[in-house]
């Protein structure tokens, strides 16, 4: 009996992570990413001190909005400030922090059960 999850072809699937970058659905992507169901955006974040509501204002803009947003912080997992998991839970979404690679696993996982998902990819 085959337990892999079918995923749809147009669905952006984290294949691998680390050079500082990821290879997403079979392209490379250098740098930090916005991976959403569909599509992946570059993000110019390169550390966590630099996370903002700005640098997440693609992911509040999505149609449709996620409604979980994962955050891979890089080679260890931190707390996101909480006015900005207040300002974004406001606009319907919450945020799990944690390492880039646990992020990467677990926003596979989640879009696997079609959720309405996006990871926000700190490059390791």
Known sequence: MDLTPFVPGDRQLVISYGDLGFTITGIRHDGSVLVFPDRVVPWAVTNFA?????SLAAVVAA?????????GCGKGMQFVPRDLRAQLRAQGVVIEAMDTGAACRTYNVLLTEDRRVAAALIAV
């Open 63 to 71: 149609a449709p909005r996620p409604e979980i947003l994962i955050i």
């Open 50 to 54: 630099e996370l903002t509501v700005e």
